[in-house]
């Protein structure tokens, strides 16, 4: 039986986790009715938690990093997908829990698959995976909320980061009026190439102690937690939506009622991990239609999976922006 590559994750002494490149067989997977040839993956910030052990977020050792995949279908035991089905799958337990998407081949679940949208490329699919898909989450749980462009203004936090970067395109070609918030200063013309009409840096940033601020904001779409969201939910217009996605500044939040009832704030939690497969379909048909970025190429750089050791401490340290593909048919 051939051996294939796959960038793995163990646990060392002292309780720490940390991944190497190792050969597997077929047998060394975990199970599931379908095996998929990889094409490519993605890294996210949580693949980076994973790998650098910075996160606790494996659930199992030894587990294959990699929370996304995109790739052709080798095998299947499942009457929904054949062999050379083009499929992708994010998210559920992959790369924490069961093997992911860091290898040449891999197992997984038929309901956690996903059939390649028409007009979508594996490609295309990993430079969205995980982030753009919680961005399209977040952006529908808005609107379902009533946000509309004519509302007023939509901040979105941690700009340059992978679902940030990928929400700022789809709201702004949807005609919102996008403000960035970043604190990299040198990333503005980049954010305004992306569509955002104004950008706010976080250094220059007056938060404010009052339970409620003066109303800016009809929605947020907020990746970075702590006290961001506290400051969300103070100066949100009436009746205004927050899609919380992310806490890369922190787990608390510190706030009060107020918002909520007196300006009917609605905090909206994004949960692209463990979405039902009704709803994680129709998300990934609208990627590939009306929330498709006119410039998605402009976020997404590539490497391969040799490089990956190189990518988890610059995604750690806030030096990576946008989306990272891996293309998982280069040799290791």
């Given at each position: 039986?051939?051996?294939?590559?796959?960038?793995?994750?163990?646990?060392?002494?002292?309780?720490?986790?940390?991944?190497?490149?190792?050969?597997?067989?077929?047998?060394?997977?975990?199970?599931?009715?379908?095996?998929?040839?990889?094409?490519?993956?993605?890294?996210?910030?949580?693949?980076?938690?994973?790998?650098?052990?910075?996160?606790?977020?494996?659930?199992?050792?030894?587990?294959?990093?990699?929370?996304?995949?995109?790739?052709?279908?080798?095998?299947?035991?499942?009457?929904?997908?054949?062999?050379?089905?083009?499929?992708?799958?994010?998210?559920?337990?992959?790369?924490?829990?069961?093997?992911?998407?860091?290898?040449?081949?891999?197992?997984?679940?038929?309901?956690?698959?996903?059939?390649?949208?028409?007009?979508?490329?594996?490609?295309?699919?990993?430079?969205?995976?995980?982030?753009?898909?919680?961005?399209?989450?977040?952006?529908?749980?808005?609107?379902?909320?009533?946000?509309?462009?004519?509302?007023?203004?939509?901040?979105?936090?941690?700009?340059?980061?992978?679902?940030?970067?990928?929400?700022?395109?789809?709201?702004a070609q949807h005609g919102y009026h996008v403000v960035a918030l970043t604190g990299k200063d040198s990333e503005h013309e980049y954010l305004q190439s992306l569509g955002a009409k104004e950008?706010?840096?976080?250094?220059?940033?007056?938060?404010?102690?009052?339970?409620?601020?003066?109303?800016?904001?009809?929605?947020?779409?907020?990746?970075?937690?702590?006290?961001?969201?506290?400051?969300?939910?103070?100066?949100?217009?009436?009746?205004?939506?927050?899609?919380?996605?992310?806490?890369?500044?922190?787990?608390?939040?510190?706030?009060?009622?107020?918002?909520?009832?007196?300006?009917?704030?609605?905090?909206?939690?994004?949960?692209?991990?463990?979405?039902?497969?009704?709803?994680?379909?129709?998300?990934?048909?609208?990627?590939?239609?009306?929330?498709?970025?006119?410039?998605?190429?402009?976020?997404?750089?590539?490497?391969?999976?040799?490089?990956?050791?190189?990518?988890?401490?610059?995604?750690?340290?806030?030096?990576?922006?946008?989306?990272?593909?891996?293309?998982?048919?280069?040799?290791?």
């Open positions: 039986m051939r051996a294939f590559n796959a960038y793995r994750i163990f646990e060392e002494a002292g309780g720490k986790s940390a991944g190497r490149f190792v050969e597997l067989t077929l047998d060394d997977l975990d199970p599931g009715e379908v095996l998929i040839e990889a094409h490519y993956s993605s890294v996210n910030f949580k693949d980076a938690l994973a790998a650098t052990g910075a996160g606790k977020v494996i659930r199992r050792f030894p587990c294959v990093g990699g929370i996304d995949v995109s790739g052709v279908v080798a095998d299947s035991s499942d009457a929904r997908f054949n062999v050379g089905d083009e499929v992708l799958a994010t998210g559920y337990d992959m790369g924490v829990a069961h093997d992911g998407g860091y290898a040449e081949y891999v197992r997984v679940p038929a309901d956690w698959v996903v059939p390649l949208p028409v007009g979508m490329t594996l490609f295309e699919a990993m430079a969205f995976g995980t982030a753009g898909f919680t961005a399209g989450l977040a952006i529908y749980r808005m609107e379902q909320n009533g946000l509309k462009p004519e509302n007023g203004k939509v901040i979105v936090t941690g700009a340059t980061g992978g679902v940030s970067s990928l929400a700022i395109q789809m709201l950008i706010l840096s976080r250094k220059e940033l007056v938060m404010g102690k009052r339970p409620m601020e003066k109303s800016l904001w009809a929605g947020a779409l907020d990746s970075v937690g702590g006290e961001t969201l506290a400051w969300l939910t103070r100066t949100m217009q009436q009746n205004g939506a927050i899609a919380s996605i992310g806490n890369a500044g922190g787990l608390e939040l510190n706030t009060t009622v107020l918002p909520f009832i007196l300006r009917g704030v609605s905090l909206l939690g994004v949960d692209s991990v463990a979405a039902p497969m009704p709803l994680r379909t129709k998300i990934w048909q609208r990627l590939a239609t009306d929330l498709y970025p006119k410039q998605l190429a402009k976020v997404v750089n590539q490497v391969y999976l040799a490089d990956l050791p190189q990518v988890f401490p610059r995604m750690m340290q806030g030096q990576q922006r946008g989306r990272v593909v891996v293309g998982i048919k280069a040799a290791v």
